[in-house]
């Protein structure tokens, strides 16, 4: 089946290239998440001449790699002084991209029945679709750090158990993405021999080049409606409907029903000297090397409901300040139903996240004895300090809007169609995230190929 068209972004816009013929083999185009502050998406193309293929060669290589078990060799040949072009010939047809999918609180893997089967279906044989099991139901209420342990381990056994493995790539609904943040910093290996830049607006170009997650080569971490700084404060749970004394009312409830996860989601969990999880999981510290395993995949990207999300509000899933909500636009990117925008945020050149005493004595406030004020004041410098952190690597993110689709009102399961039936009106952003992770896996320079050419 022909693939669609590719993406193209300039600045902060989202264009779609209609001049491309998706039954032409002749060329392509693909798209590169930058690291670095002053990029953007870089366009590239690539073309294949009509040269006749040595077919002999590819199979006496084939045969080499058979007996010598070659992970990759790379072949130019030339005649005369005119070098021939080069084709990529996966010599190994089996899974080199493992895909790991993350659900949220309460989830099991058949949240991602319709997404893994999509997913399958656009990506092929090279990646390996893994919807995590680790967590299931109310194994979800012990902790985003007990959770994120048992997603290391879980995935570390995939790995071993899958040799062909090279790549890795993290996709998490909700509550997953922060499961999936831990997860990272636990199967974080720094390159030993590398020194940690002194530019952070370097960390991510740097990380990405000498460091792996789980022993792999990562590309993309991407979270859908995630929670990345709590669900504390005016509209982060947007079933509180923005009332103060219903929010006052949640952060000490929330624990009974939801365990340490409820803590960590609100603020409040850990002693009022001690930062927040959430807090510390936006730099690196003595719990992980948070900011350091997030700078190591290529690309990072947020997909965020602008409304009609009962669960996660636009702010904290897209990780911006009120002030930098925007109105969005009405109207669908073409091609993705319900997608209305994509930017690309550049990195910010920002001091880490810190704990100082102010934020220690609020804490201390809103977990002994909470007022409108004090927990309003206390969110805030938690908020600030969490987007500081973030924010010195680069984000992509996409806002979706389901204002058009019949039940508006399951946006939170609507963005990972949780049920093929109930939330289809999902299925355009599905669509974008596959074709997104196929575009940039063909971005990829290094991977287990044979180049060969005449």
Request: glycine share 6%.
């Amino acid at each position: 089946m022909a693939s669609p068209p590719p993406l193209f972004y300039s600045g902060s816009q989202f264009h779609r290239n209609r001049n491309t013929n998706s039954n032409n083999p002749t060329s392509f185009s693909s798209i590169s998440c930058s690291h670095f502050p002053s990029s953007f998406y870089s366009i590239s193309s690539c073309y294949r001449a009509g040269h006749n293929w040595n077919f002999i060669a590819f199979s006496v290589v084939k045969n080499i790699w058979k007996c010598q078990s070659l992970k990759a060799q790379s072949m130019s040949m030339t005649q005369g002084n005119v070098s021939s072009p080069t084709v990529m010939i996966n010599v190994d047809d089996k899974p080199d991209h493992l895909v790991v999918l993350v659900h949220g609180i309460m989830g099991s893997p058949s949240d991602w029945t319709y997404f893994e089967a999509e997913l399958k279906r656009q990506l092929g044989k090279n990646f390996l679709i893994y919807a995590s099991s680790c967590n299931t139901y109310t194994k979800t209420f012990t902790g985003v750090d007990g959770a994120g342990k048992r997603l290391a381990d879980e995935v570390m056994q995939v790995v071993k158990n899958t040799e062909s493995l090279r790549k890795i790539s993290f996709l998490a609904h909700s509550l997953g993405g922060l499961i999936a943040r831990y997860a990272v910093a636990v199967l974080y290996s720094p390159n030993v021999s590398s020194d940690q830049p002194d530019d952070i607006a370097d960390l991510a170009s740097t990380s990405s080049k000498t460091s792996s997650i789980a022993g792999l080569d990562a590309i993309n971490f991407i979270t859908l409606a995630t929670p990345h700084l709590g669900v504390r404060g005016n509209k982060q749970l947007p079933f509180l409907m923005g009332f103060s004394f219903l929010e006052k009312l949640a952060a000490p409830i929330a624990p009974v029903f939801t365990g340490q996860t409820g803590s960590q989601l609100f603020l409040t969990d850990g002693k009022p000297e001690k930062p927040p999880l959430l807090l510390q999981m936006t730099s690196d510290c003595d719990e992980g090397k948070f900011i350091s395993a997030l700078g190591t995949f290529r690309c990072r990207i947020l997909y965020a409901n602008v409304a009609y999300d009962h669960m996660v509000g636009w702010r904290t899933a897209s990780i911006r300040r009120e002030t930098e909500l925007m109105k969005p636009p009405s109207q669908s990117l073409d091609g993705y139903q319900h997608v209305v925008n994509l930017e690309y945020c550049p990195p910010v050149l920002s001091e880490s996240s810190d704990f100082h005493p102010e934020a220690a004595k609020a804490k201390e406030a809103a977990q002994n004895e909470p007022t409108t004020q004090n927990t309003v004041e206390y969110h805030e410098i938690m908020e600030e300090e969490m987007i500081d952190g973030l924010q010195r690597l680069g984000w992509t993110k996409v806002d979706i809007s389901f204002h058009s689709a019949l039940w508006p009102f399951f946006a939170h399961n609507n963005i990972n169609v949780k049920n093929e039936w109930l939330h289809n009106a999902g299925a355009g952003v599905v669509a974008h995230v596959a074709d997104t992770i196929k575009q940039q896996e063909n971005q990829q320079d290094s991977s287990p190929y044979i180049l060969l050419g005449s």
